[in-house]
């Protein structure tokens, strides 16, 4: 021991204080309080009808060794004879192309908007920024008559344009503010080798931009995956065109009381976004900080 | 390359991909080609796109094929377009060029956000003065409606709630933990993602989660398997059905949106707080400023704008925010909010000239939000 504090040593010290075991258990009784509800939903889709009906999920830790309480007969019907695998099928088929095409459409758009010189370009930019937060309810009873003109309604890709287009002011915005951070000389020489600026946005700008693509493609697909909105209004509850969140919502008000179907039901919903959310967790976070925080 | 390229030249299309001729015959020939195709390649990708837009709407083929179809046209189609139009462009005399090409780049999104944001929200307000079906002009009736209806004004109160609220406490939880897990040694990556989870899912599959919570059973019906009403009970109090509990139902539904916003705020405020420099903290520690001092005149002083934006976010979130409690109460025993009572009178009671008021009243008090976003933007820009 030394008498003398030096400026690490006190450092360390505040450091030692503070890490004491209260905050620690603050934290883990906070992880706790968040995980719990999902892991009483985890643990009650798989016991049987029998055994989430006369005992709480907690109940089952007494005797986790009672194979009898235990089944994936909720999968099994909720999967088929409520149409969950149908429904999984068809968000999947709502969310990939509704997650690609305003990528597309927004990676241009935020070039120009970063890279070219054209009059109002900064006023339209502005607008994209006051619409960033425009509500959606604000939309949806003219595109719903647009829709019905257009013989439109229900069909997915009604839903995927009008993913995109809601999509598309976030898209822009997260992806203009990336490109516009690209090295200002790499462009300009790029330029002055004769490349245009179609040449310029394909080989140079995508390629470096796939960090601020893949955080809002992930973005996009748990928004779409999870939305409930759109698709209830323009793609409706009918069973071939059922999304998830549909089923489930259905699921709900038919069955409302039927917890080893409901929580059976849920967590097919959960499964894709929480297990693109794990895998992908770091492009998440920084799109996050990207679209909220000024780097 | 070409040597006609000088570096001042900003906008150099074509040159570089044009190939050399050998005469004039040949230039003639190639250059009028050329521009024939620069004039037909629009409309053969117009009609591509309607044909399209004919199949994804009407076909009843194999949903597999449909969205390959759509994925096709969504990456191939997408950028097809977009070579095409500059295609043209090029072929356009040099001047308008330069003038014409931003366009090119940013006309496809501009009439996305036109056809689907901006025209729709100045057609909502003039539904807004309608009748249910559009078809006459009533005056300001929605709007009087709106500001009488007995659940209407429940929801603008409800919803106040929520705004009061919801964004301060996952603020405030979120600034703490975030605060607390800053320090761990060990586990702080884990400790976040099991804040962070529930923000993938869905607020209907949120909502299955917390009904389960909150479920309870009518005496004569079964054991409690509710979490809520096992603990109530263990605690030596009767059964309560929870979400029937006006107005407390209220805040037992806010409950979930602070369990899905949370995490959200945690990681923004975090990754804020890494940024504070550590040799101010450092400095001021060693002046003799204990934890919480260091925390209440450095930490958050440096992270204020972050508390700022993650606070608006929450807002405008819950605002918005009409599954939660369409699922869980269906707007029943005093829960309505002003998003729900939107769709509700629009979708379930197909009066478009009510929903859009509702609507309208929504997007008006999201307004300071919008100015208050704008003028931050502008600010940051003038930094860049």
């Known amino acids: 021991m030394t008498t003398v504090d030096t400026p690490t040593a006190v450092g360390k010290k505040m450091h030692h204080w503070y890490s004491n075991p209260w905050s620690k258990i603050v934290i883990v009784i906070m992880a706790i309080m968040w ?37 994936l007969e ?47 370009r900064n006023w339209l930019f502005v607008v994209v920024v006051g619409l960033l937060v425009v ?55 790029a330029q002055i080798d004769g490349a245009s600026h179609f040449d310029i946005f394909r080989r140079l700008v995508v390629p470096l931009s796939v960090p601020a693509l893949a955080s809002f493609a992930i973005f996009q697909f748990l928004w779409v995956w999870n939305d409930f909105l759109v698709a209830l209004v323009f793609l ?44 992908l967790q770091r492009y998440f976070v920084r799109g996050l900080t990207a679209g909220s925080v000024k780097g | 390359m070409s040597d006609q390229d000088t570096g001042h030249h900003v906008d150099p299309p074509g040159y570089g991909a044009r190939p050399p001729l050998k005469d004039d015959g040949d230039k ?6 050329g521009i024939v195709a620069a004039v037909t390649l629009p409309f053969v990708l117009l009609a591509v796109f309607y044909g399209a837009f004919l199949i994804l709407r009407d ?49 496809p999104a501009l009439v996305f956000l036109s056809l689907y944001l901006v025209y729709p929200a100045i057609n909502t307000v003039i539904i807004s003065f309608k009748d249910s079906t559009s078809d006459g002009f009533v005056g300001f009736d929605n709007y009087v409606f709106v500001f009488t209806d007995e659940a209407m004004l429940r929801s603008i109160r409800n919803t106040l709630g929520w705004i009061i609220v919801v964004p301060a406490v996952s603020v405030g939880i979120g600034l703490a933990f975030a605060v607390l897990v800053d320090k761990l040694r060990r586990g702080e990556a884990v400790a976040k993602s099991l804040i962070f989870l529930p923000m993938a899912i869905s607020f209907v599959a949120a909502s299955i989660v917390w009904r389960f919570v909150y479920s309870f059973r009518p005496e004569g019906f079964g054991e409690q398997i509710g979490l809520l009403n096992s603990i109530w009970m263990g605690l030596g109090n009767d059964p ?39 040799d101010i903290i450092e400095a001021s520690r060693i002046d003799g400023a204990n934890e919480f001092q260091v925390f209440r005149r450095i930490t958050i002083p440096s992270i204020l704008s972050t508390i700022v934006v993650v606070m608006t976010t929450a807002i405008i979130t819950v605002m918005k925010v009409f599954d939660i409690v369409w699922v869980m109460t269906n707007g029943e025993f005093g829960t309505e909010v002003i998003a729900e009572r939107m769709i509700r009178w629009f979708f379930r009671f197909g009066n478009n000239g009510r929903g859009a008021a509702i609507a309208v009243v929504l997007f008006v008090a999201i307004i300071p939000v919008m100015v208050f976003n704008v003028k931050r933007f502008k600010a940051e820009e003038a930094i860049r």
Do not use: C
């Open chain 1, 135 to 189: 509500p959606l309810q604000m939309a949806l009873i003219p595109l719903l008559r647009m829709y019905t003109s257009l013989s439109l309604n229900g069909t997915f890709l009604a839903v995927w344009l009008a993913h995109t287009g809601f999509g598309l002011p976030l898209a822009i915005y997260l992806l203009r503010n990336y490109i516009g951070t690209l090295p200002r000389s790499t462009i300009e020489s």
């Open chain 1, 236 to 279: 409706g509850g009918t069973p071939d065109v059922r999304v998830l969140t549909l089923a489930l919502v259905d699921l709900n008000g038919n069955r409302g009381e039927a917890w080893h179907l409901l929580t059976a039901g849920a967590l097919i919903t959960m499964i894709l976004p929480l297990t693109v959310f794990f895998a």
């Open chain 1, 74 to 120: 909720n999968y099994e019907t909720v999967l088929f004879s409520n149409g969950f695998g149908n429904a999984f099928l068809n968000s999947l088929a709502v969310t990939i192309p509704a997650t690609v095409i305003p990528i597309a459409v927004a990676a241009f758009a935020a070039y120009a908007f970063a890279w070219m010189d054209f009059p109002g």
């Open chain 2, 59 to 107: 076909s009843d083929i194999n949903r597999l094929l449909i969205v390959a179809l759509a994925l096709l046209i969504g990456v191939a189609g997408v950028f097809a377009l977009y070579w095409v139009m500059n295609y043209s462009i090029d072929h356009l005399p040099e001047r308008l060029r330069v003038r014409v090409r931003p366009w090119a780049f940013v006309g």
């Open chain 2, 28 to 33: 003639v020939k190639s250059s009028v080609l």
């Open chain 1, 35 to 71: 995980t719990i509800p999902t892991f009483g939903l985890i643990v009650s889709s798989f016991r049987t009808k029998e055994a989430v009906n006369t005992s709480g999920w907690w109940t089952a830790f007494a005797l986790p060794m009672d194979w009898a309480q235990w089944t």
């Open chain 2, 240 to 278: 309560v059905a929870w979400l029937l509990l006006e107005p407390w139902n209220n805040l037992l539904l806010m409950v979930i949106m602070i369990w899905l916003q949370t995490g959200f705020a945690m990681v923004i405020l975090s990754a804020a707080i890494k940024g504070v420099p550590a």
